[in-house]
């Protein structure tokens, strides 16, 4: 599949449900590919290590083609940090994302939803991406951000947040 194939299919999985935040929604993609060894589907996204562990430069401008299509909703909702108030017991600013105080949430239209369907229906193993969905989307982004820093060290050289993930 190509880049914008995975990325809805991300979006379809597990009923739809919505993906809260773009560290969350890198870090997902980044973690199931990998985990199914999905290599030349992972290089096209050239994830490199950054600020927050793997990074892609291609999601985010992805993601606000999909909305400029009405193929997805971006909603922004308020939050106190990229970790979730209830991940974390301190206040670093040096840790908080270009939205400061802002998280977008990421959602499938009624037409997402139709070629939603169709991905299902061309990818084989849809129903792995539905349990691994199921399993890491609403975990905490402090304890996936961990999982990924300890299975990938790799991208954690140029990490800001390493000490408060293993802290």
Not at 51 to 65: A, F, K
Request: glycine share 2%; proline share 2%.
């Amino acid at each position: 599949m190509n880049k914008l194939e995975w990325m809805m299919a991300l979006l379809y999985a597990n009923n739809s449900e919505e993906i809260k935040g773009i560290t969350r929604f890198e870090k997902l993609l980044f973690f199931y590919l990998n985990q199914k060894e999905f290599k030349k589907e992972l290089s096209n996204f050239k994830y490199e290590a950054y600020d927050y562990g793997p990074h892609s430069d291609d999601i985010r401008d992805l993601l606000y083609t999909l909305r400029d299509n009405k193929i997805i909703n971006i909603k922004i909702k308020e939050t106190n940090d990229f970790l979730n108030s209830d991940d974390i017991d301190y206040d670093d600013i040096s840790i908080r994302p270009i939205y400061y105080n802002k998280e977008e949430i990421y959602s499938l239209t009624n037409i997402g939803k139709q070629i939603g369907e169709k991905i299902k229906n061309k990818y084989l193993d849809f129903e792995s991406l539905d349990k691994f969905k199921k399993k890491f989307n609403n975990l905490k982004l402090r304890r996936l951000i961990h999982l990924i820093y300890t299975k990938y060290p790799n991208m954690t050289t140029k990490s800001k947040i390493i000490n408060e993930i293993f802290g």
